[in-house]
Nanobody, 127 residues
Framework: QVQLLESGGGSVQSGGSLRLSCAAAGSTYYTYVLDLAWFRQAPGKERQGIAAIDRSGNIIYADAVKARFTISRDNAKNTLYLQMSSLTPEDTAMYYC???????????????????WGQGTQVTVSS
C-alpha cells in the first residue's frame, strides 16, 4: 500500500503561482518504482490528468497546462511536486496525486487508472 498526502493548495489571484506537494508513505513501494501523476477535478466535470512523470523521469502534460505547470519528483524524499504558474480561474479544481506500479506507456499516464490516490487539495483561482 501507498498513502499519498497532498499539500500546498489554496486561494490565489489570476496570474499567481502555487506549488503542490504529494508525500508518499507506505512500506510496500518506494516512489522510484512508481509512475506518478497529478489530476484535477472541477465541480461537475470529470477527473482530468494534467501531468505525469514515469519512474524513468519521462514527463507528459495535458495541453491545458503545458508551459505553465511543471511536474517533478524527489525520490529521496518520496515526494511529487507540481509547480503551477500563470494560474487562471479555469485552473480552479481539487487536485489529486496518483501513483501506480504497473508499467504503461507515457501517453497512458494521463488516464485515471491508478491504484493509489491522495485525498486532494483545493486550488481556487480568482479573477
Amino acid at each position: 500500500q501507498v498513502q499519498l498526502l497532498e499539500s500546498g493548495g489554496g486561494s490565489v489571484q489570476s496570474g499567481g503561482s502555487l506549488r503542490l506537494s504529494c508525500a508518499a508513505a507506505g512500506s510496500t513501494y518506494y516512489t522510484y518504482v512508481l509512475d506518478l501523476a497529478w489530476f484535477r477535478q472541477a465541480p461537475g466535470k470529470e477527473r482530468q490528468g494534467i501531468a505525469a512523470i514515469d519512474r524513468s523521469g519521462n514527463i507528459i502534460y495535458a495541453d491545458a497546462v503545458k508551459a505553465r505547470f511543471t511536474i517533478s519528483r524527489d525520490n529521496a524524499k518520496n515526494t511529487l511536486y507540481l509547480q503551477m504558474s500563470s494560474l487562471t480561474p479555469e485552473d480552479t479544481a481539487m487536485y489529486y496525486c496518483a501513483a501506480d506500479a504497473r508499467v504503461r506507456s507515457l501517453t497512458d499516464l494521463l488516464q485515471p487508472y491508478y491504484d493509489f490516490w491522495g485525498q486532494g487539495t483545493q486550488v481556487t483561482v480568482s479573477s
